[in-house]
């Protein structure tokens, strides 16, 4: 069996030797990186940062994002209270169905920089090219600095994490917070150190209040490499193991446990769950309903199959799914096999073999858990698979290129030329499914062919002829051959001018909800200056055009604005939002509709707190009838839109509106109430 050698001794910490071969090198280093690193290494880290941070920030100040996020982040700007349960309204009617860590961090952004399109797109902009520096540190420490840099540039084009890190979900903050998690762990096997472990734990519990559960999904892979490879003996890993898990524990539950232990009257209620508590919200629409399909909570309604596809171990490369996450997978997966190969009988604690146990498993641990997950699925999902692929990509094609001009082993003069081919080939066939949308995807095809037919015969001819140099430059046509499908999706994701909105996905819409901008997104507070600052004052007026009269109004009944929709056959137009606000009367809430889709984007058009009744699919129970007469009584809420089979309101509250209030004649389904009907 071929092995490989041991890892070289780490350099010498900073002292003397490099202040004086490299003086100033504190700062030089931050160019040029460390004196034991080749001189190409860092510039090119850079060229990758560059090339990441143009990509998911092109046309920031476009970037609408997502309606949903949007408005509570907005909320939060204008209530601390809204800011810290993460509440749709700054009203606090109802929260979003996510713990609020992601909407902290956009919400400090707009805090700072006024609220608009760049600043809460800044923050994803920052973790995700954060993402690709962190993956790049890892993997070089382990396996050096160009299975750093593709790793790096892998991560940095897989489609769908530049869809995503161009919205307002907080998906590229758990990404971001799972690899500094990893970092840390990787940091206490090394070291035997306990301290990097806790890290590692808080910063998965910072992930959990960013997506709940799915941060959790690495966890037994960290349980696993830790108890493997650690340096210490069984007992003193164990211990630590379990001081690590009361600091998850404690990072994960305490805005779980202080929200769930404040009176149900004096917070608001939380949205997706189906008993106002936080800890059902965990297990059940964001746990075991995205999983199984069918749980406690209404919240995991919903067929996967319309987003990515039906459930299975071939949904990652069907129709919808292919182009945006699988280009790497086949070579992924020869890789880390041949990688664990190569590591044969080295030590317990080597960091090689670790390192390849951690983006292995991650990657194992995500594909599984997507692929047959028979709850809720969109494809932006998958964003949190690709550190996995990308690192396997860097580091397992290194050591097998390693492998191709040092090991003496004939068998493994065919290893890396086979992953290169059926990965190629499988770029070829991706390209080939949407050859009619666009040159740029032909081209791409054309030159994944022609660069991996390259790359296969010069590793060949470079491993029969013992030529290293024909090898390297093999090497770099395998990587373009990889990475020309990627590249053309990600460009596409990246100038496209539409909004991502609810269900972003890279290159040609591919019938699953989505595509290269997805649904739109809503637009920003009205009566907001071009900067966004603006927004941070109460809109004043109407719709974007300013005042206009009742009249006015009436003319523009019935005709949708930015495609807001009541639910049934109730439309909310420019119209309404004006007359509502000139009617508001000094409540505290705008009005009440059917869900979040139309609360949100009535927030961002009026600037005012709009109560969702139903949470995002109309069915929880938010609202009440006792609750709905206690707050029309204390004249805190005067309309109410009611849908036309009153759905997401509940029959008796819809009967008891239409009984006691006063229908507005110029609006189908609005309805005014005062503190006399609430008698």
């Known amino acids: 069996m071929t092995t490989l050698a041991p890892p070289p001794a780490p350099a010498a910490p900073e002292g003397r030797h490099r202040a004086v071969t490299r003086p100033g090198s504190r700062l030089g280093r931050l160019f040029t990186g460390a004196p ?44 601390w209270k809204a800011f810290f349960f993460g509440a749709l309204d700054a009203g606090s009617f109802i929260t979003v169905d996510k713990p609020p860590f992601a909407l902290w961090v956009m919400g400090l952004s707009a ?16 973790v995700g090219t954060g993402s690709v520096a962190l ?19 892998a991560l940095t084009l897989t489609p769908i994490t530049v869809a995503i890190d161009r919205d307002t979900k907080p998906d590229p903050v758990l990404v971001f917070l799972m690899l500094l998690g990893a970092a840390a762990l990787m940091r206490a096997v090394r070291t035997g150190r306990l301290l990097p472990l806790v890290w590692s734990g808080v910063a998965i519990g910072f992930a959990f209040n960013t997506k709940m559960m799915q941060a959790y999904l690495v966890l037994p892979v960290f349980l696993l490499v830790y108890l493997w490879a650690a340096r210490l003996p069984l007992g003193r890993r164990v211990r630590n193991l379990a001081v690590a898990t009361v600091a998850l524990l404690v990072s994960s539950a305490w805005w779980m446990v202080v929200v769930d232990l404040i009176p149900a009257s004096s917070r608001p209620y939380i949205g997706g769950s189906t008993d106002n508590t936080v800890w059902d919200l965990v297990i059940g629409y964001n746990g075991f309903g995205r999983i199984l399909g069918a749980s406690s909570s209404v919240g995991s309604q919903g067929n996967g199959a319309s987003f990515g596809g039906s459930s299975g171990l071939y949904r990652m490369f069907n129709g919808i799914m292919g182009g945006q996450i699988s280009w790497l997978i086949p070579f992924a997966v020869i890789a880390l096999v041949g990688a664990l190969v190569l590591c044969g009988r080295a030590p317990r604690t080597d960091a090689r073999r670790a390192g390849l146990l ?19 699925f969109h494809p932006y999902y998958v964003t949190a698979m690709a550190p996995g692929i990308a690192a396997l990509a860097g580091a397992g094609g290194v050591l097998l290129h390693r492998a191709l001009r040092e090991g003496s082993a004939v068998r493994w003069a065919w290893v890396l030329p086979l992953a290169v081919a059926a990965t190629t080939v499988w770029a070829v066939v991706l390209l080939r499914r949407v050859s009619g949308e666009g040159t740029g995807y032909t081209v791409a095809a054309v030159v994944a062919g022609v660069a991996g037919t390259a790359a296969v015969a010069g590793l060949l001819a470079g491993r029969l002829l013992g030529r290293r140099r024909l090898l390297g430059v ?3 046509a395998a990587v373009v051959a990889l990475l020309a499908g990627p590249t053309a999706y990600s460009l596409s994701a990246a100038t496209t001018t539409s909004a991502n909105g609810t269900n972003p996905t890279a290159g040609p819409s591919t019938g699953g909800m989505g595509g290269a901008g997805g649904m739109g997104g809503g637009q920003r507070p009205s009566g907001a200056e071009s900067d966004g600052r603006s927004a941070r004052q109460p809109p004043t007026g109407g719709g974007p055009g300013g005042t206009e009269s009742d009249e006015d109004a009436q003319a523009g009944a019935g005709a949708g604005a930015a495609g807001l929709g009541g639910g049934g056959d109730t439309q909310v137009s420019s119209g ?26 009535l927030i961002l058009e009026s600037g005012q707190p709009v109560i969702s009744m139903g949470g995002w699919s109309g069915s929880d129970e938010a609202m009440t009838l006792a609750k709905l007469k206690s707050l029309v009584a204390a004249g805190k809420l005067h309309y109410l839109v009611i849908s036309g089979g009153g759905q997401g ?12 209030g006063t229908a507005v004649s110029a609006y189908s389904g609005l309805y005014r109430l005062d503190a006399s009907d609430a008698g």
């Open 474 to 476: 093999a090497a770099v």
């Open 576 to 601: 309404m939002v004006t007359y509502l606000k000139k009617h508001q009367d000094g409540a505290t809430w705008l009005v009440a509709v059917a869900t979040d889709q139309t609360a949100a984007q």
């Open 358 to 376: 951690l983006w292995g498993g991650w990657f194992v641990l995500h594909y599984l858990t997507f692929a047959l997950a028979e709850g809720t």
């Open 36 to 79: 034991e690193d080749p001189r190409w290494a860092r510039p090119a880290l850079w060229a990758v940062l560059v090339l990441a941070t143009a990509l998911y920030a092109w046309n920031i100040t476009s970037l609408t994002g997502n309606s949903f996020y949007d408005a509570a982040v907005y909320s939060g700007t204008r209530s």
């Open 649 to 660: 309101t509940g029959s008796e509250i819809s009967t008891w509106v239409k009984q006691h």
């Open 111 to 126: 805090r700072v920089f006024g609220y608009g399109n760049w600043q809460l797109a800044l923050p994803m902009v920052a």
């Open 135 to 153: 993956l790049y540190r890892m993997v070089k420490r382990d396996f050096g600095a160009a299975a750093g840099v593709i790793a790096a540039l």
